[in-house]
Nanobody, 127 residues
Framework: QVQPVESGGGLVQAGGSLRLSCVVS????????VGWFRQAPGKDREFVAA????????NYADSVKGRFTISRDNAKNTVYLQMNSLKPEDTAVYYC????????????????????WGQGTQVTVSS
């Protein structure tokens, strides 16, 4: 059973930083892409960032480009989301997800491409 588990959320002031972590168990970690999504109150879940397997291609939502960085440490089965210059509109529950199958270099960005989801971690940015 593939199980992503997020951590690192919290309360931060606008302009601050947080680093989210996602540990994925249950499969050879290096063989699949991993993505981050978020859901704000009253809104649909949206794509934030994702990283491919093997060659670490990445993709970001326009709203976070230049502020967020996704990276992975295959030795630790962990993907990180470094979030800088946080804004109140970044407030949401952040979810980590993994697909059933990944192609080398391909970065899945659609929610429907992901099969395994974590429980989420709350990020709150105060103004």
């Amino acid at each position: 059973q593939v199980q992503p588990v997020e951590s690192g959320g919290g309360l931060v002031q606008a302009g601050g930083s947080l680093r989210l972590s996602c540990v994925v168990s249950g499969r050879t970690f290096s063989t699949y892409a991993v993505g981050w999504f978020r859901q704000a109150p009253g809104k649909d879940r949206e794509f934030v960032a994702a990283i491919s397997k093997i060659i670490d291609n990445s993709n970001y939502a326009d709203s976070v480009k230049g502020r967020f960085t996704i990276s992975r440490d295959n030795a630790k089965n962990t993907v990180y989301l470094q979030m800088n210059s946080l804004k109140p509109e970044d407030t949401a529950v952040y979810y980590c997800a993994a697909p059933v199958y990944s192609t080398t270099g391909y970065v899945p960005t659609r929610e429907t491409e992901y099969a395994y989801w974590g429980q989420g971690t709350q990020v709150t940015v105060s103004s």
